[in-house]
């Protein structure tokens, strides 16, 4: 990758684990992805009608958008259940490791194969997940549950991530916003009602208004953080390498989770977060 590329996506992962934080603390993470979705849409469609962008899709575009909107809404739903049942610190990395996925998608449905050194690669994300997940006293899969939402969170985001970056060849990036979270705004909801609470008044919007600075704050993240990864597609960035460099954002979030969250045992999660990129990196760079 360019310098250019190599510093936007270093700029994204410095983000992304922010908006996490923020939501995490918030007391209805549920409600607050779907105000942040609505919110999106809107940024994304003032951004596009200020820079004169093209919002007519063609059917190819549409229906790269729709499995965009269908990774997202993985992503959203998974995320928002990891996040209330589980650590930022101790799932975050496992939610990060989509180029895992890339590569699996990539042998299991394209044919593709791979030497050793990709199931060494493999093998190390695996441990590190372990450690990360290990308690003292305790069975490593006790939480199973919430496991399953974060690798189900990991797979959103290897599906939009591979969906967004054949996107950017033809569109630009609020008109990906807009269109992609226009549609996971009501199933958001949706999902949000069948858990049997009532829902945010007006479909979040009035939770914005009532929390202009927390939205103000998780939108700037939340959007400046994967406009600088859809721009860094548009300068030619291959998907694999840019969701690679973007796992720099893994010890973040540990020290976040352990600074703002009093998470424990981080020492042991940094060391098990090395693991993991170590691992991510040699399945992409063999893969």
Known sequence: MSL??????????????????????????????ISMSVGIALVGLIHGLIIGANFWLSADQWVLISGSAAGQLLYNLALAATLKRGD???????????????????????????????????????????????????????????????????????IYSLTDSQLMMSIEAPVLFFWVQLICWPFLALTYRLTGKPGPKYLGLLRIIQKPFLHLQLLTCVYGSYALILVAYSLGGNVASV??????????????????????AIARRLIASAILSVGIIIVVLYG
């Open 4 to 33: 250019t590329i190599t510093l936007l996506v270093l700029l994204s992962a410095a983000l992304h684990p922010l908006w996490n934080l923020i939501v995490k603390k918030d007391n209805d993470p549920s409600a607050a992805f």
């Open 88 to 158: 930022l610190s101790a799932y975050y990395p496992i939610i990060r490791a989509s180029p895992v996925f890339i590569v699996c998608f990539s042998f299991l449905v394209l044919g593709q194969t791979y030497d050793l050194m990709i199931l060494a690669g493999i093998f190390l994300v695996l441990l590190a997940a372990i450690l990360l997940l290990y308690r003292r006293g305790v069975n490593l899969l006790s939480d199973g549950k919430t496991l399953s939402f974060a690798v189900l969170a990991m797979c959103g985001t290897g």
């Open 243 to 264: 969701t690679t460099v973007r796992q720099a954002s893994i010890p973040l979030s540990v020290i976040l989770g352990g600074y703002f969250l009093n998470e424990g």
